[in-house]
């Protein structure tokens, strides 16, 4: 998680340590909040491509970044074209992916759909836009947000929804139970688990 422009180009190995890839796990980033988008595209492509060397030994599949203003992205993959496989837009609480959606497309960027976020603000109709799902390439799932932070999936609206995005994917796409207290992120794995084998879905 690399949620603060300067915090995190201070990393150091205590907070990055060098035996992480010895884990056998996969990796990806979520970009910070803070991008200095107010300065121009090209400065928010260098403190990316900062963080991505930064973060190479770990070799992150891709990164997940808040959408910027329409036009933004278009200027920052001017500058950095190579970023186009490897950023995965998120709907966040602000606004869903609509109003960005041709330039996601006419970039070939991807999604990262947080589940959460489309159910607590109302943001079904993202699932509507042309090739979205195609698109989708990280899924954040818990029950929604409340008071207290993410929910745990117990408290999801309607589970089958989950079931028919799960349906409609590829299968290769990253799934993130994106709880922060290990008690209940434990229970909404068992939770989840006993959903997917109830709908027949192959899982890890």
Same mark, same amino acid.
Request: glycine share 12%; hydrophobic share 40%; charged share 25%.
């Given at each position: 998680?690399?949620?603060?422009?300067?915090?995190?180009?201070?990393?150091?190995?205590?907070?990055?340590?060098?035996?992480?890839?010895?884990?056998?796990?996969?990796?990806?980033?979520?970009?910070?909040?803070?991008?200095?988008?107010?300065?121009?595209?090209? &400065?928010?492509?260098?403190?990316?491509?900062?963080?991505?060397?930064?973060?190479?030994?770990?070799?992150?599949?891709?990164?997940?970044?808040?959408?910027?203003?329409?036009?933004?992205?278009?200027?920052?993959?001017?500058?950095?074209?190579?970023?186009?496989?490897?950023?995965?837009?998120?709907?966040?609480?602000?606004?869903?992916?609509?109003?960005?959606?041709?330039?996601?497309?006419?970039?070939?960027?991807?999604?990262?759909?947080?589940?959460?976020?489309?159910?607590?603000?109302?943001?079904?109709?993202?699932?509507?836009?042309?090739?979205?799902?195609?698109?989708?390439?990280?899924?954040?799932?818990?029950?929604?947000?409340?008071?207290?932070?993410? &929910?745990?999936?117990?408290?999801?609206?309607?589970?089958?929804?989950?079931?028919?995005?799960?349906?409609?994917?590829?299968?290769?796409?990253?799934?993130?139970?994106?709880?922060?207290?290990?008690?209940?992120?434990?229970?909404?794995?068992?939770?989840?688990?006993?959903?997917?084998?109830?709908?027949?879905?192959?899982?890890?």
């Amino acid at each position: 998680m690399l949620l603060e422009t300067r915090g995190c180009l201070e990393y150091d190995e205590l907070d990055l340590p060098a035996d992480l890839p010895g884990l056998g796990l996969g990796y990806h980033a979520h970009l910070p909040l803070d991008l200095p988008w107010k300065d121009g595209p090209a &400065a928010v492509g260098d403190v990316i491509f900062a963080l991505e060397q930064k973060i190479a030994f770990l070799r992150p599949r891709g990164y997940v970044l808040h959408p910027p203003e329409p036009g933004d992205l278009s200027g920052l993959l001017r500058h950095r074209p190579s970023l186009s496989s490897k950023l995965w837009l998120e709907n966040t609480r602000e606004g869903d992916l609509c109003k960005l959606w041709d330039e996601i497309g006419a970039l070939g960027l991807g999604v990262c759909l947080d589940v959460g976020h489309m159910v607590s603000y109302g943001q079904e109709r993202v699932m509507d836009l042309p090739g979205f799902f195609e698109r989708v390439r990280i899924l954040h799932i818990y029950g929604g947000e409340s008071e207290r932070g993410h &929910a745990g999936l117990d408290r999801l609206p309607d589970p089958n929804q989950l079931r028919d995005i799960l349906l409609r994917l590829k299968g290769d796409e990253t799934l993130v139970v994106e709880i922060f207290s290990l008690e209940e992120l434990g229970r909404s794995l068992n939770l989840l688990q006993s959903w997917l084998l109830g709908w027949g879905l192959h899982h890890d």
